[in-house]
Each structure stands twice: as structure tokens, then as C-alpha cells.
């Protein structure tokens, strides 16, 4: 009976709070441009309304900044008006890492809205650290990342009872691991909402570990993680060199192994690469399957910028589409920032999302990643990559690796700097013009017939972007 009545009064409250925001959306539609309005506002939902406060759910931390920035006195009016002068408007941030803390007049957060926590019914008495918004749905499949999701899925499916554990994926910066490992906790608790899942990254981790030999509970930490029936690290890679931190994970590995457990780790390199990370953590890394994430081709791209967009409530046209996938190649976090940017730019400029809008963002988006990347961060990145010694480029060597790791930095330097062939060619060992135009040619035809080239490239491509940002 009681459950009963808080189901009438819930759907009051509900009820209430969708005719509030509606009459606000009605004042705020007259007094800003539709593209303003449909960007910013239309992605807004009512959650509930108390009497003065009205909750309404918002995609993102970047929203509430956006909207604040620009439309706070138009929405303190608008609120005033609807609700009257005690009204408050308070964001309820859907799935973000961190929530922002920031309270205003308007704002408050508050951690978890209603429908996340509707998914896992079970309450545990930790977090899991997951985000929801990150599942397989809006994973879009390519094929640079095909086995990496098969498996992800199974995992999702099954966890610790396939023999992917650990499942190790591995790639550049921004192609998806962290979305997918996400998406396996995710699908393991919707499937199974009892299990004991956590996600964490092994920075945090590590900060973790820290404080618990501060506080003596070292213990009670490592009894923790092993309690799990999933346990996600993201960002291996930063274990390299923390000997003590590696050391307790190897226990907690073993234990969660022995018993069946599931482990998923992301990593920016595959487990070989790995170099100052303990050989016995390595070999247990290989026990399971390592996949890497490529980055996406043509069509994916396509197919990921128009799910995104989507998401943000607008619809680009196919050549619109296609002419932002075409020209921001590396990886799918700029994609997305590419597409926020221009939100944002049809915003302040209040114009339609046209083709000349479209251009001039994506130049701007390229231009920035540009600024950073020197010759000489060029050379760094494939030297290391090739493991060879910089001045080797520099030299007359004729050695085959070496010509081949001249050109692909020769190519790169006139793919991602303004240089002009004549600098690029001092800049190894005085070489003549024709020499870089020869090098970017034969390495261009190359990469038409030699994937495995193609990839290294690309690999290389996203380390220099990555420690150039
Ligand atoms: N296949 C995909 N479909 C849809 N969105 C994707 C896909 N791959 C990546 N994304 C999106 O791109 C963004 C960057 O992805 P993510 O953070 O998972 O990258 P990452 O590989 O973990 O990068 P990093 O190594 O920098 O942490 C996220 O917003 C994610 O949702």
C-alpha cells in the first residue's frame, strides 16, 4: 500500500517537473537562436520537482559550464518567472568521471541521478567507479577494433568463464579502450547486478595503495580488490617503474586468477612493450588474450560521428559527415572535440551549421594540434619506436631499418608540421629537398600495399600527437 502511494506522489513529481521545464523551454526558445537553443537546451530533461527545486538531467559537466557561461541571467529569469522567486534550478550530470562540486544559486550536484542508480538495483557498499553512458550500444564496430569487442562482449557475457582472462587491450591514445572496458563492467552488472565490480585506473590504484600503507591497512586493501568479481584497470602502463605497487597487484592478480575471477586491463602498448614492468606480471598478462585497438577507418569514423552527433540532438548532413571524418584521421576523441567545437562555434556565432562553418572548425581544430609538434619530437617518437639512436637519422647510414626510420620521420614531419622540404631536410643531416620528397613518396606507396607499415605509422602518428597535446 505504502509503495503504492510513492508510486502516485513519484509520478507527480515527475509529471510536475516535465510541465515546469516545458513552460521554461517555451521562455528560453523566444529569447535565443534555435541552434543555440536546440544544442544547448533541448538535451536537457526534467527529473523532478519539489516546489522550488526543479532537478533536470543534463549530458555533461561541459554543459552545465557552457550554459552557465553563457545563459545564466536568461535561466534565472526564465526559473523566477516559472517558479517563482525561491525557484532553483539544480543539474543532475549524467554519468561524468567526476562530477563538478561547484554549487551556485543554480547549481548543485548531486552524485548519482535517479535513473543510474535504478540500473543496479543491488547497492554495494563500494563504488564501482563505472560509467554508464559508456556501453556496447553506442560502441560503434570497425574494423580496427572488431576482435577487440567480440571479446569485451563475451567477457560482458561470461565473466571469468571464458579464456580471455585477462582480457588485455591495447592501443593509441583516444581509440576506445577505456570505453569498452567500461562497457564490459557495465554488461557484467546489468547481466549479473550481485557480481563485485570495480573500474579503476592504476594511477588511482597506485594513489590507493599509498595511502593504505600510510594508514597501516594494506590488508584491508588487498583483501578488497580480491573480493572482486571483476576487476577493470585502466592505464597499465603507468605501473612501469612502481616496483611495490606491482608487487601487490601481482597477489591480487593470482588470487582473482585461481578462483576465477576476471581481470581487464588497457594499456597504451602491448604487454611486450611493457619495459619496467616485472617479467612475472608481464608472462601472466600473456596467459589470456591481448587484443589492440587500430585507429578507425573512413566508414567508422562516418558511423561515429554521426552516432555522437546524434546524441547532441543534431543531424549532419552525409557530405558534412564525411568532410570532418576525412580530415581529422588520428583519433576519436579529437572527432568528438571537433564536433563539440563546432557546436559551440554555431553557437557563439548564432548561424546554422553550414559547410564554410565545417571547414573553418576543422582547420582550427588542426591548426591547434599542429602548434605543438616539433622535428625534433618527430624524431624522438620514431627513434624510440625502432629502438635506434637519434643521430642515426642524421647520418649517412644505409642501413635498411635506418632509411626506413629516416622516411617515415621525413613523412611525418611534412605530414604533421608547416615545415618547408628544405628545413626538414637539415634537420637530417643537411639533405636535399628531392631527398624528403622522395622519402614521403616511397613511404606513401608503401603504405598502399603494406598494412602492417600503415599501422606502425599510425602508432607512431598518435605517440607524437599524444606528447605533443
Ligand atoms: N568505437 C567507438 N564508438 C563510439 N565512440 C567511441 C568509439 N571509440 C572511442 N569512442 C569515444 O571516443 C572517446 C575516447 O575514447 P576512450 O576514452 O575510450 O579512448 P582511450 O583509448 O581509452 O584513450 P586514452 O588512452 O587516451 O585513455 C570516448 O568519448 C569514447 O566514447
Not at 47 to 64: C, M, Q, R, W
Not at 140 to 146: R, T
Amino acid at each position: 500500500m505504502l509503495n503504492a502511494v510513492e508510486k502516485i506522489s513519484d509520478e507527480k513529481i515527475e509529471r510536475d517537473a516535465v510541465q515546469i521545464w516545458k513552460d521554461c523551454l517555451s521562455i528560453i526558445k523566444d529569447n535565443i537562436p534555435f541552434i543555440s537553443y536546440s544544442t544547448w537546451f533541448l538535451p536537457i530533461k526534467p527529473a523532478e520537482f519539489d516546489g522550488t527545486k526543479l532537478k533536470v538531467y543534463v549530458p555533461s559537466n561541459y554543459f552545465i559550464e557552457w550554459i552557465e557561461e553563457h545563459y545564466n541571467t536568461l535561466l534565472n529569469r526564465t526559473v523566477n518567472q516559472v517558479i517563482g522567486e525561491s525557484g532553483k534550478l539544480v543539474y543532475l550530470v549524467l554519468d561524468e568521471k567526476e562530477p563538478l562540486t561547484k554549487e551556485t544559486t543554480f547549481t548543485q550536484n548531486i552524485p548519482e541521478p535517479k535513473e543510474v542508480k535504478q540500473t543496479v538495483e543491488i547497492q554495494k557498499e563500494f563504488e564501482s567507479g563505472l560509467i554508464s553512458k559508456y556501453t556496447f550500444d553506442n560502441f560503434i564496430k570497425g574494423e580496427g577494433n572488431q576482435l577487440a569487442r567480440a571479446a569485451a562482449y563475451a567477457i560482458g557475457d561470461n565473466p571469468g568463464q571464458t579464456s580471455f582472462n585477462p582480457l588485455f587491450i591495447y592501443g593509441g591514445v583516444g581509440l576506445g579502450k577505456t570505453h569498452l572496458i567500461h562497457a564490459i563492467g557495465n554488461k557484467i552488472l546489468e547481466k549479473f547486478p550481485e557480481k563485485r565490480v570495480i573500474y579503476i585506473s592504476s594511477d588511482a590504484f597506485t594513489v590507493e595503495f599509498v595511502e593504505a600503507i600510510q594508514s597501516n591497512t594494506v590488508n584491508d586493501f588487498s583483501n578488497f580488490y580480491k573480493s572482486m568479481d571483476a576487476l577493470i584497470i585502466d592505464d597499465i602502463q603507468f605501473l612501469v617503474g612502481k616496483e611495490k605497487t606491482q608487487d601487490l597487484f601481482f597477489h591480487i592478480f593470482n588470487a582473482l586468477h585461481q578462483n576465477g575471477k576476471q581481470i581487464v586491463l588497457s594499456s597504451d602498448r602491448s604487454p611486450k612493450e611493457l619495459k619496467g614492468l616485472s617479467d612475472r606480471l608481464v608472462s601472466r598478462f600473456l596467459w589470456g588474450l591481448q587484443t589492440d585497438i587500430q585507429p578507425p577507418d573512413l566508414e567508422t569514423r562516418i558511423a561515429i560521428l554521426k552516432n555522437k552527433s546524434e546524441t547532441y540532438g543534431i543531424n549532419l548532413s552525409r557530405e558534412i559527415l564525411e568532410y570532418i571524418a576525412h580530415n581529422i584521421t588520428s583519433n576519436i576523441r579529437e572527432l568528438e572535440g571537433c564536433l563539440v567545437k563546432l557546436l559551440a562555434n554555431a553557437s557563439l556565432t548564432n548561424r546554422e551549421i553550414d559547410f564554410d562553418l565545417v571547414k573553418r572548425t576543422v582547420k582550427e581544430v588542426s591548426t591547434t594540434k599542429q602548434v605543438n609538434i616539433s622535428i625534433e619530437l618527430i624524431t624522438k617518437v620514431v627513434c624510440e619506436y625502432f629502438d635506434i639512436e637519434e643521430n642515426k637519422l642524421r647520418e649517412k647510414n644505409r642501413r635498411k631499418e635506418i632509411v626506413l626510420a629516416r622516411q617515415i620521420a621525413m613523412y611525418l614531419s611534412k605530414q604533421l608540421t608547416k615545415s618547408s622540404l628544405k628545413t626538414i631536410g637539415l634537420h637530417f643531416g643537411g639533405r636535399d629537398h628531392s631527398t624528403v620528397i622522395h622519402a614521403q613518396t616511397s613511404i606513401e606507396e608503401m603504405i598502399l600495399s603494406d598494412l602492417k607499415l600503415k599501422e606502425i605509422i599510425n602508432t607512431i602518428k598518435n605517440k607524437i600527437e599524444m606528447t605533443a597535446a
